[in-house]
């Protein structure tokens, strides 16, 4: 399995970024499953000049799998006013209650 330690940040939560927390925000936000993750891209002072998107033909097994965690393990929802997003979500929320 790959080293993934770089996407976690020294108290165990995942960077913002990474696979684990796209794919809790892809949940949260009611966005379909595609596991991908966003690479900073810094110039050679450190500063952050843009996000590139990783899509899952770029990912190894374990940022995959990290993502799915992320997916899978977001619990919260965006109440964006009008209901439950899916009758798939529709399911989980009365599994939870």
């Not at 000049?49 to 033909?57: A, D, K, N």
Request: include cysteine.
């Amino acid at each position: 399995m790959t080293d993934i330690h770089y996407h976690y940040r020294d108290d165990g939560r995942p960077k913002h970024g990474s696979p684990e927390d796209r794919g809790s925000a892809d949940r949260y936000y009611g966005r379909q499953y595609n596991p991908h993750w966003n690479c900073p891209v810094h110039d050679k002072r450190g500063n952050l000049l843009r996000w590139e998107t990783v899509t899952s033909e770029g990912m190894s097994v374990s940022e995959i799998a990290a993502y799915n965690v992320g997916f899978h393990k977001e619990t919260d929802r965006k109440d964006w006013g009008d209901g439950p997003v899916s009758d798939y979500d529709l399911t989980l929320i009365q599994e939870i209650e």
